[in-house]
Every structure is written in structure tokens, then in C-alpha cells.
């Protein structure tokens, strides 16, 4: 999967939201460790696919700690965005975590500008904590503002627009 993932991490119009407005530029290898830091019992990395089965995106999660763990999506495929695979990505991972993990919240952190990210995650619930104003540098040397944002496993359960496993 590593060739894969390495197309969608090298393309600008993919890594520009996050904060990699020129791409990132990695061997094969390094995307493979960075993948292999998912190999453990709280973690994995996952490819979205489409009906074709075609590999158009990546979901990663991870614990933070002993009740919150994170993710993070993206879909690799230009073609494929706008299409509700990224809301259903999240809703399936979010059940997963939800569901096999002793976990009571998911928190992000997200590019202030993300708006498309943004709007998917509060439209799955997720809350907006706080806003950190020059919390981090892009890849082009620009301070960034990042905003915080938390799903507890309560408010996933009463959500009525959740998938529900």
C-alpha cells in the first residue's frame, strides 16, 4: 500500500489543507515506517475504499491516551472528493473506535483553514474545544492557528445522524 499512499501524500492539491501546501516528497521506505508506526494494538491504518474497491483514501487512528484516541483521513483521490466518501470513512472509523476500544472521546487537531475538514467533523458531531492561534509552521515557513475539536462517546451514541453498528 505504501506506493499508493505515497501518490496521495506527494500531491499538493491533497496535503495543501493540512498544512503541506507543496506536497510531501517521500521515498516508498519512509512511507512504510510511517505506516508501520500504526502496527500495534491501539492503532492501525486503513485504506478508503470505492465500489470498485479501488484504493481512494486513507483513515489512521491511534490512542493518545487511556480514553481518547485521534485519526485522521484524507481522500487521496481528487476524483473521489465531494462524493460522501470522507463522511462515511469517519462515521465507520469513529464506530470502530468507538465500538472495539476502551475509549470515551476522540480529539483532533485541525488546520484553521480546513474548512471542508471543519465542516465534516461537526457535521458528525464532533465540538469545537478551542482555537490555538499560531500553535504550529507549515511546510512554507507560515505560522498556522489550529482548532480543537472533541467527539465523546456519549454525545456519538445520542447523535441521531451517527452510524449506528
Not at 57 to 74: A, T
Request: hydrophobic share 40%; net charge negative; with cysteine.
Amino acid at each position: 500500500d505504501a506506493p499508493i499512499i505515497r501518490g496521495f501524500w506527494a500531491n499538493p492539491k491533497i496535503m495543501a489543507p493540512i498544512g503541506f501546501p507543496l506536497g510531501l516528497k517521500k521515498t516508498t521506505k519512509q512511507v512504510e515506517e510511517s505506516i508501520a508506526g500504526y502496527d500495534h494494538p491501539d492503532a492501525a491504518f486503513l485504506l478508503i475504499l470505492d465500489e470498485e474497491n479501488e484504493p481512494i483514501g486513507e483513515f489512521c487512528f491511534e490512542r493518545l491516551n487511556e480514553r481518547v484516541f485521534q485519526f485522521d483521513i484524507k481522500i487521496g483521490n481528487v476524483d473521489k472528493q465531494g462524493y460522501g466518501y470522507g463522511f462515511a470513512a469517519v462515521e465507520k472509523g469513529i464506530a470502530l473506535i468507538f465500538k472495539n476500544f476502551t475509549c470515551q472521546q476522540i480529539q483532533l487537531d485541525v488546520n484553521a483553514t480546513n474548512n471542508v475538514a471543519l465542516n465534516l467533523y461537526e457535521k458528525v458531531g464532533f465540538q469545537i474545544v478551542q482555537k490555538h492561534v499560531n500553535s504550529w509552521v507549515d511546510q512554507q515557513n507560515k505560522r498556522r492557528d489550529s482548532i480543537e475539536l472533541t467527539l465523546t462517546k456519549k454525545a456519538w451514541q445520542t447523535n441521531k445522524n451517527c452510524l449506528v453498528e
